[in-house]
């Protein structure tokens, strides 16, 4: 089956540290994959995203690079700011009989402190 | 702002009860997805309509059902409601079945 393993939060930056959020899949075909990142009180919101091995999906100063061999798609970010703050999801799109269905991890909280 | 919108943004009720949420999607998006997000499972799927037919089904309950109406508008019905139905419930619309999905802000129930 398909799903999403996220690494677990907590996480607490100081501003301008280097970020790494890991995040491995497991699908039964070739899915694409996205991270989605939640402000408080708000809704999820498209990060990034990535359809095929290799591709590098970018906004805001995030990346993260689909990889196939290792089925992972983890997000990093050269130097976090005080507004990253936020619950990060990675995700997977399941593009076979099952529709458009999503499959979410469960979610990093990151802190950046001042 | 998605450009998705859903009503109620709080919801108060009791158990037993039957509550209906209710979801527009962005002008144009022929696809709605409604999801759960609790503290203890996380975001979970649970139903997609594409243009007022049902394409995928996900944890949902046999309590819980919707539908997308000939406007596009969706809504998710919650009857017999429970302590552990407690949660925000998230709407999400694309413009086909294979596009990237926008989230409207959510609806917190609680259920008392």
């Known amino acids: 089956g398909n799903s999403v393993t996220q690494m677990e939060g907590p996480v607490t930056l100081s501003e301008e540290a280097f970020l790494t959020i890991n995040c491995t899949y497991t699908a039964t075909g070739y899915p694409s994959l996205f991270w989605y990142v939640q402000y408080p009180g708000e809704g999820l919101q498209l990060l990034l995203k990535a359809t095929k091995a290799d591709d590098k999906g970018s906004n805001k100063g995030f990346e993260a690079t689909y990889r196939k061999e290792t089925t992972s798609f983890h997000l990093e970010k050269g130097s976090v700011q005080v507004s990253d703050s936020a619950v990060y999801f990675c995700a997977l799109r399941d593009s076979g009989n099952t529709g458009n269905q999503f499959y979410f991890g469960t979610g990093t909280s990151l802190t950046v402190i001042p | 702002d998605s450009g998705v919108t859903q009503t109620p943004k709080h919801l108060i009720t009791a158990t037993g009860q039957r509550v209906t949420l209710r979801c527009s999607p962005r002008s144009g998006d022929l696809s709605v997805y409604w999801y759960q997000q609790s503290l203890d499972q996380g975001l979970q799927f649970l139903i997609q309509?594409?243009?007022?037919?049902?394409?995928a089904k996900g944890n949902i309950l046999e309590r819980f059902s919707a539908q997308q109406f000939p406007d596009l508008h969706s809504e998710l019905n919650l009857s017999s409601l429970e302590l552990g139905d407690s949660a925000l419930y998230f709407c999400a619309s694309s413009t086909g079945q294979m596009e990237t999905q926008y989230f409207g802000p959510g609806t917190r129930l609680l259920v008392l």
């Open positions: 309509y594409y243009n007022g037919e049902e394409r």
